[in-house]
């Protein structure tokens, strides 16, 4: 494929004066770092997701992204009906109706220290840092989650309403949402244009003076008599975000109640299976659902995969709270040592649950200071991220949102100094931001499993590869094919009656658009 610059051309024609957009797409500056490689982006040039060909029938395109090429390389072949292949390796899509579950989407989060880093950067550079994400030539994130107040990416630990009152009267946004979430979130908005930008809520912590401990930092039980009034405050949120223009899809019920207590000094408000189930019946649901915001998909749970068990057998049992619950939300922070057969506990047999990922981040295990927070450039990284997708998708998820969108070389700014990793590292005295293997991993879900994709059986010969199919809205059927080996590998994909063997990179993850 051409590549080359995009540049804006103006064109007058005779009746009016047009602005065209010509070109391709604008190839990775690839920068060797630390741990690897990232794209390099600054206020003038940043890399962009090459074009989707118009395909006729048979006609595939292949995107690659591979540890020693970041960026998104693409390339056109086609499909034949005769069979004659002898590559080692074969994917098998036999029967195309063979479905399971759809798919809402992919995201990340807008937390105090995504809008803190983004705004450090000049104009230009934050533009395209939000485009990288939501725009047409970037990875097209249609989920996004927000704080309801602060996190442990925030500066300072603060609630809507810190000071003591019964009537709510003083609940009011914080400069944080004025200063760093809602700018950002009505951006990514404009540059979804006509595509929706779903949004999910999660609250981390209640104001001091409803929890057991007094504190927002860290974990404390809610105290009873504020159960009723803890619900209505969430009305006060959405009313609050909707006078300034944004709309929420979602909210979840508590963000980690269960094992949140384990992180002493992280903003958290910790409910007992029973309390939670208690107080979704009797307040949470039916303050949302008697409100102007009933129809917001209620997601519980919003915690490690480890507890799913016991969700199940006390909460998705119960008949009452399934009436109010539209899906649950699953943390990725034990997914190293549960498997994602734990997933099955995520559902209840008398009623369809959508299960989607809530929150994942690469580098908070860090072991006594042995693993550092920011690994730059880490190809690993990036491979965790897919076969934490791979695996959910698998077992059913039906969306997955990534948490800080962007953090600065540290890790933070976190106040209680819990760095981690995030796909997009910035680096404000420069003025750039570097783009690491994570920020393309997740791209190859975002990016070409659109919303409404349904899933499709697999099979593969091998297990040196790994893949998943799905059926697009636009009839398109995309096939994600990763493999972590060292080298290439001839893949055989046959897709009902027609086949085409395609060579797979070494430490590559590819998208395969085809046109059946
Ligand atoms: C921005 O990045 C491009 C491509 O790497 C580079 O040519 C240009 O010099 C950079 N601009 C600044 C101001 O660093
Ligand atoms: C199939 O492969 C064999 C051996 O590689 C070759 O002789 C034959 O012509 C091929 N047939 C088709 C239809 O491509
Ligand atoms: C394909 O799958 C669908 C749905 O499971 C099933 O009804 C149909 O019989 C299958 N077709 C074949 C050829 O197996
Ligand atoms: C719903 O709200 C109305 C008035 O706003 C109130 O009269 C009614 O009791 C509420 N119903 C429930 C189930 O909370
Ligand atoms: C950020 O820029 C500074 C120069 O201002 C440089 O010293 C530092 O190494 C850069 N950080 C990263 C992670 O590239
Ligand atoms: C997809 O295929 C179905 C059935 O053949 C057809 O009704 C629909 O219009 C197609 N959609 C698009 C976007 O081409
Ligand atoms: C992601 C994945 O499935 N990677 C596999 C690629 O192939 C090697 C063997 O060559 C496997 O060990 C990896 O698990």
Redesign the pocket.
């Known amino acids: 494929m051409e590549v080359c610059l995009k540049q804006s051309i103006l064109f007058l024609s005779v009746l009016s004066l047009q602005l065209f957009c010509v070109c391709c797409y604008i190839p990775c ?1 690839t920068r060797e770092v630390e741990y690897g490689y990232v794209c ?6 940043c890399d962009t997701v090459p074009q989707i060909e118009p395909l006729s029938t048979g006609q595939y395109q292949i995107y690659t992204t591979s540890k020693n090429n970041l960026g998104f390389s693409s390339s056109v072949g086609a499909f034949s009906s005769s069979s004659n292949s002898t590559a080692s390796v074969q994917i098998s899509v036999a029967n195309l109706s063979d479905t399971h579950q759809t798919i809402i989407g992919f995201g990340g989060a807008f937390s105090d220290s995504t809008g803190i880093n983004v705004l450090s950067l000049p104009e230009e550079a934050q533009q395209l840092l939000l485009e990288s994400y939501f725009g047409e030539e970037g990875l097209g994130y249609t989920l996004g989650r927000v704080p309801i107040g602060g996190t442990d990416f925030s500066t300072k630990a603060y609630t809507y309403c810190d000071g003591e009152d019964l009537t709510l009267e003083e609940f009011t946004l914080a400069d944080e949402d004025y200063s760093y979430k809602l700018p950002l979130i009505k951006k990514a908005i404009d540059l979804k244009g006509d595509k929706q930008l779903l949004l999910l809520a999660s609250a981390w912590s209640s104001p001091a003076w409803t929890k057991s401990t007094n504190s927002i930092k860290g974990s404390g039980n809610l105290k009873e008599e504020y159960y009723d009034w803890w619900a209505k405050y969430f009305i006060k949120f959405f009313e609050a975000y909707e006078s300034n223009g944004v709309i929420f899809w979602a909210v979840t019920t508590q963000n980690e109640p269960v094992q949140g207590f384990l992180a002493t000094d992280v903003p958290n408000l910790r409910f007992s299976f029973n309390n939670l189930k208690t107080w979704i019946k009797d307040y949470f649901g039916p303050t949302i659902r008697n409100s102007t915001f009933k129809d917001l998909k209620i997601v519980t749970y919003d915690d490690g995969r480890d507890f799913l068990p016991l969700l199940q057998m006390v909460v998705l049992s119960d008949e009452e709270v399934l009436e109010y619950i539209d899906g649950v939300g699953v943390h990725w922070y034990t997914d190293f040592f549960i498997p994602a057969s734990f997933l099955n506990y995520a559902k209840s047999d008398k009623k369809d649950l959508f299960v989607i990922g809530t929150e994942a981040s690469n580098g908070f295990l860090k072991f006594f200071d042995l693993i550092p927070p920011v690994m730059l450039g880490s190809w690993s990284r990036g491979v965790n991220y897919i076969n934490n997708i791979f695996d959910d998708l698998e077992y059913g998820m039906a969306g997955w949102i990534d948490w800080n969108m962007a953090l600065d070389p540290s890790g933070g700014p976190t106040f209680i100094d819990n760095f981690v990793d995030s796909p997009i590292i910035v680096n404000s005295t ?3 931001f570097y783009k690491q293997p994570m920020f393309y991993a997740l791209g190859h879900f975002s990016k070409f499993v659109l919303p409404d994709s349904v899933r499709v059986t697999t099979e593969v010969s091998s297990g040196k590869i790994r893949t998943l199919a799905f059926n697009r809205p636009d009839n398109k059927t995309v096939l994600i094919i990763s493999n972590d080996s060292d080298d290439d590998v001839e893949v055989d994909i046959v897709i009902e009656s027609i086949s085409s063997t395609i060579n797979i990179q070494s430490k590559s993850i590819n998208s395969l658009l085809i046109k059946l």
Do not use: H
């Open positions: 500056a390099v982006c600054n206020s003038t040039y420069l003025g750039e």
